[in-house]
Each structure stands twice: as C-alpha cells, then as structure tokens.
C-alpha cells in the first residue's frame, strides 16, 4: 500500500497546529506519511540505526528492552472511573495528565517530526483512525508496518479519532509528574490521547492502541484477543491464544493455512477480525530452516529490535541475546506470502491455549470442557525460564488473566463472560498446547518440546484427525483429557507422567502446579 514520497511542499505544510504545538518558537520539520523507503532513508541519515545485509533496518532500544507496565497509567475520569478495574490499572488524574500533555508538546515543538496517519481493525465498522507522532524515523516506520495503511489517496481527508505522541528522549521527572521512573505510558480516554516518553521499545506504541481497544470493543460487542488467527483452505479459522514466547507468531504463520494476523484480534457478531496491519516477531534462535516464513519477512520494510549486527557484514545474529533475550522483528502481514489481505476471518472453529510450561508437567496437547477453558483462560499460565527478566534462575509461574493482564482496563471476568458467550453460541472447541518442556523440568532432565511435534497436533485437530481418537481417561491431578495417538508424533510424548523417568517426581511436581492454578482461580470467583 505504499505510495510515492510526498513532495517537499506537502510535507512543510503539513499543519503542527494539529499536535497542539502551537507555543511560540520554531516548529521543527513535520515528515507526514513518508513511505517505508523514505523512513529507511532517514532512519539512517540520522544514525539511528543500520541497514542488514537481509535488507531489514536495526535498531537499538538502549535502556529498556521491553515493556514497563510499572510505568503505565490510565487517566481516571468521567469516561473511566466506573469501568476500569483500578486494582490491576494505576490511576492518573486528569489535572496530572494535562500538565503532562503539555511538557511532551513543549518538548516536540523545535525537533524534526514524523507522523503516522493509519487505522487499527480490518472490520470498517470497527476501525479506529489513529495518528502517531515520533521524533524517531524508525519508530514511524514501526507504526507504519505494525498499523493499517490508508491508500495515499485517502489520507487528505484523514481526521484521527486517537493520537500517540511519542517522545522516546523525553525523560519524566518522578517528582514534578508523579510518575514511578523517568519512562510514562498514559492513555486520556476523554481526550482520546496516548503519551510516551522515555522509552524507545516500540512495542509500547502498538500495545498502548491494543489498550485502548480492550476498553472501546466491549462496548461495542466485539470480544478483544490478545490472539493469533489463521485460515484454513476451507475457510475454517483458528485462533491462538498465548503469552510472549508461547508460539502464537510461529506457529499461525502456516504454510499450510493463510495467517489474519500473529498478536491482536476482535471477535464481532460476524465473524473475527485483525487489530493491526503487521507482525510483530520474537526472533531469538530463529533460523530460516525452523520458520522459514518469518524468516523471509525479514526483508527491506522491516525493523529488526535489539538484535545484534555484525559491524563489517551486517548480518544480523539472531542466537545472540547481548542485548536481550526480547529481540523482535516487525513487518507488514503481507510479507508473509499466504497472508489474508482482508484481515478477517469466520467464527472459529478450534482455539488453542499455547502455553510454556518450564515444569514439564502438562501434555502437549489436551481438549478442554467448557469450564476448564473458562479457568485456564482467566489464570492465562506460562512459566518464565532463566535469561528471560533479570534475576530468574529458575523456573517462575506467571498468570496474566485473559494472556493479557497488562493491557485489560475491563475487569477480567468482562472478558471471560464474552468468551464463554462466544463458544456457547458457536460451538468452538477448546485446545491446551504445552509448547515449553516435557520428561521432567527445564534445566532438571526435560526437553523442550519439539516444534515439529506441536505443527503436527494441530495439523491433526485442523484436520478433524482426532475427531474418532480414543483420549485417556481424564488425568487425577489436571483433569484433563488427553489424545492416545496422533499422526505423526509418537506415542510415548503424549501423556506427560511417562516421559518422566521418576513418575513420583512428576506427580510432585504436578501437584504443586496444579495447587497454583487452584489458587489463581479463586481470585475470580
């Protein structure tokens, strides 16, 4: 969807009065809508990072490597004082935010500016013009791969309901804005206006809309996912459900099937929907052989987050996490090659729960009853291993309601009651996939599960392959019913409790996983 470059004349009178930088002194040069080549051009002009030898821009994100959701505020006003749960959202006042408002527009008033004029969700009837306005050339193309892209012949029209405006240099003050650090993520849904500063980790663009969309879809009746979602050659659609390095990217981008979208999606009274226009990759230990189709994204258009490059060859080195074990790729959704361009998709058919479970304790594959999707859905399990966050050296459960804690304004329970809605009405089965460890816990004699293993499971429920398989009787620990074959995939990996070599161990082990989730989902009864 990229169009020509906008002449010089159109890019001086590209009014800032829109951004409310309208103080006196110098406005700075405005970039609107530059196209994805031209971004690369300045990106690089600036030094604010490298071009690969695979054609894909690299940058650094310095300090912060990932998200801060300690930093993170909603505004408590009339639009939110009610609706938000306060106990999971730190509140900000308005008073506070305006001032805050203020300071960022104070800061971009003399500095060179790129603007994104885009949408959030495929369905028109859904679709949120947003506007992100970055001091960074790279941070625009971001926007630009990870958001929907007008035709350039719409964009002169183009009136945004909602603005990002972020300042990645611009440095907080605890003690004159109220805020935890130096790093602010705050969303006004009365003045329709998300703040950043202090960060340059793009992800806080692309989930700060997401936030904003867990708050608007509700109220309209569409059910937001923190999902990926494909489709089937016959139309069926799948969503994946899951946490950061749980699958959801790597195993929706499919040959085999069209991928929607790998992170966010809406699920209306017609069917599912895609929020962005984009992927947003983990790609720590990627390698062509493995995921051959993100691999091939990773071409001129993309931004390559935190992954080191080689100084003299430029290639980019994907097994190393000097900087972080977070390294990310963002690219439009049509550089996978069987992406669906409309961004949409039926009512699903199958939904997967992907988890990593560093216990090695849960099967690779389980169906689940109504109820227990409902549990396992609210408690949102992974586990996070050694080298993931500072001072993990062993396994740690972690539970994010919904596989999206950080970005739900709504009480957990409002999304939970749509899901079940959702399945009641359409009759979708629920899957548990297990793609972290199996024979015991990671760094204790387990292995990780292998991926083509976990392919092979879902080929097979997609399939309808499981539909006349017998299942084990329902574990004593979980509850959970477990297939006794599956084409492809070898017996013996199936049930959990015999890859152990100590089963004494594993029931141990089990139990006290087991004694998490039971306490995890007495929080919302």
């Not at 699958?247 to 992170?263: H, N």
């Not at 549990?375 to 994010?400: I, M, N, R």
Request: charged letters at 20%; one cysteine or more.
């Amino acid at each position: 969807m990229d169009g020509p470059p906008l002449s010089p004349t159109e890019i001086a009178t590209f009014d800032a009065r829109q951004l409310g930088i309208t103080r006196p002194g110098r406005v700075g040069s405005v970039h609107a809508n530059l196209p994805s080549a031209a971004l690369v051009e300045h990106a690089v002009r600036r030094g604010e990072g490298v071009l690969t030898d695979l054609g894909a821009f690299a940058a650094l994100t310095g300090l912060y490597t990932g998200r801060s959701p300690k930093d993170k505020y909603t505004v408590r006003d009339g639009e939110t004082a009610d609706l938000v749960d306060w106990t999971a959202n730190q509140p900000m006042e308005p008073a506070v935010f305006t001032r805050l408002a203020n300071l960022f527009r104070d800061y971009l008033q003399n500095r060179e500016l790129y603007v994104f004029d885009g949408y959030a969700c495929a369905k028109p009837r859904h679709r949120l013009p947003i506007q992100v306005v970055t001091e960074r050339a790279w941070h625009s193309l971001f926007a630009r791969c990870l958001f929907l892209r007008p035709a350039l012949a719409d964009l002169s029209e183009f009136a945004p309901e909602w603005t990002v405006l972020h300042a990645a240099d611009f440095h907080a003050d605890p003690r004159r804005d109220g805020t935890r650090s130096e790093a602010v993520v705050a969303i006004s849904f009365e003045q329709k206006l998300v703040l950043v500063g202090g960060t340059h980790y793009a992800g806080e663009i692309k989930k700060a809309i997401f936030s904003v969309l867990n708050f608007l879809l509700p109220q309209r009746g569409v059910f937001p996912m923190h999902c990926s979602a494909n489709l089937g050659r016959g139309g069926d659609t799948a969503l994946f459900f899951g946490l950061s390095g749980t699958g959801k990217t790597t195993l929706s981008a499919d040959p085999e099937r069209r991928l929607i979208g790998d992170d966010e999606h809406g699920w209306g009274d017609d069917g599912v929907f895609n929020i962005e226009g984009g992927c947003y990759a983990k790609t720590i230990r990627l390698s062509r052989e493995r995921e051959p189709q993100i691999w091939d994204a990773l071409r001129f258009g993309c931004v390559l987050e935190n992954v080191p490059v080689d100084p003299t060859t430029r290639a980019p080195d994907f097994f190393s996490q000097r900087y972080t074990e977070n390294t990310r790729a963002a690219y439009p959704v049509e550089f996978i090659p069987n992406c669906e361009l409309t961004g949409v998709g039926g009512h699903p058919q199958n939904i997967f729960f992907l988890t990593c479970d560093a216990f090695g304790v849960l099967p690779p594959l389980a169906r689940l009853t109504p109820a227990q999707a409902m549990d396992y859905f609210l408690c949102g399990y992974t586990a996070k291993v050694a080298g993931t966050e500072t001072g993990v050296k062993e396994p740690t459960p972690e539970f994010s309601a919904c596989f999206a804690k950080p970005f739900l304004p709504l009480p957990p329970q409002r999304y939970a009651t749509m899901l079940r809605e959702k399945l009641e009405r359409h009759a979708a089965t629920v899957w548990l996939v297990n793609t972290g460890w199996t024979g015991g816990p990671y760094g204790r004699g387990g292995s990780r599960m292998d991926l083509p293993y976990t392919r092979a499971l879902l080929r097979a429920v997609l399939a309808g392959q499981l539909a006349d398989v017998l299942f084990f009787p329902p574990d004593p620990i979980f509850g959970l019913a477990v297939p006794v074959r599956c084409p492809d995939v070898p017996d013996r990996i199936l049930s959990p409790r015999q890859t152990w070599a100590d089963t004494a161990a594993y029931d141990q082990k089990a139990g006290e996983l087991a004694g998490m989730f039971r306490a995890e989902s007495r929080k919302y009864l």
